[in-house]
């Protein structure tokens, strides 16, 4: 059970999670919480040491970020913003973040469309009328834009060539943009004896790099249809079963 994240670990909290929801019902809330490397904590202390980032110093990263998790764990409680919270259960699964599960009294629950409005916006704050919540959302709480971080860290890759994140991939192994690409790359990356008589261990040495599931799908049912024999589908169904006690599993 001292071991974070070990299968005592878990299968404790999951004990512990369907008790609550045993006696209590359904949780209200799901919230994420993630931590950020922009919180003044950390900042304070990677100031005294330019050459390192955050990713550096992972013990201090994790240290505030406990911190922070009490704190807010704390502040739902007394502060009651989303009501009177009747029981709180999270887990922690790899760092920096949680996913706490929040219930609360009949009076504060989600009753009708409007209730949600009260306790979630997607908005920014107004600069004008309150800046510090502007402040903290702009900084805090959005991503990107991807596209500019793209652009940004292609121009660094330009101007340092020998220190660039991207690589050449050799056009042989790319797919060709005409109607025999797919075909062709299968020949080239699966020779003819392979596909004639494939086994796993043979397939398994071989692979197509694909960007998208639905590329891989595509390519799967090329390379199927160059395969000689017959097609058999196998249907198979999913069953959650609990394990012995020591087991995170089911």
Not at 145 to 158: G, N, S, T, Y
Request: hydrophobic share 35%.
């Amino acid at each position: 059970m001292s071991f974070t994240g070990g299968p005592r670990y878990m299968y404790a909290h999951y004990l512990d999670a369907l008790a609550i929801c045993r006696k209590l019902g359904n949780p209200q809330f799901f919230i994420t919480f993630t931590c950020n490397v922009k919180w003044p904590e950390i900042r304070r202390y990677m100031a005294d040491y330019p050459e390192l980032t955050a990713a550096d110093r992972p013990d201090i990263v994790c240290r505030v970020f406990k911190q922070k998790i009490h704190a807010f764990l704390s502040f739902l409680k007394s502060e009651k913003i989303f009501g009177t919270v009747t029981a709180l259960e999270f887990q922690k699964r790899g760092l920096p973040h949680c996913h706490p599960l929040l219930w609360v009294d009949s009076a504060s629950k989600i009753q009708e469309p409007k209730d949600v409005d009260r306790v979630i916006s997607a908005e920014l704050p107004d600069p004008q009328i309150d800046p510090r919540s502007y402040k903290v959302v702009s900084e805090m709480m959005i991503h990107g834009p991807c596209e500019l971080e793209m652009e940004k860290q292609v121009k660094a890759d330009q101007q340092d060539p020998e220190n660039t994140s991207w690589i050449d991939i050799p056009f042989a192994y790319c797919l060709p943009d005409n109607e025999h690409g797919l075909s062709n790359l299968i020949d080239f990356i699966y020779d003819q004896n392979t596909l004639k008589t494939p086994f796993a261990v043979t397939l398994q040495h071989k692979a197509i790099v694909c960007p998208k599931n639905e590329t891989a799908d595509m390519i799967n049912s090329k390379v199927l249809e160059m395969v000689q024999g017959e097609m058999t589908s196998y249907l198979s169904h999913d069953e959650a079963t609990p394990l012995e006690c020591d087991r995170a599993e089911t």
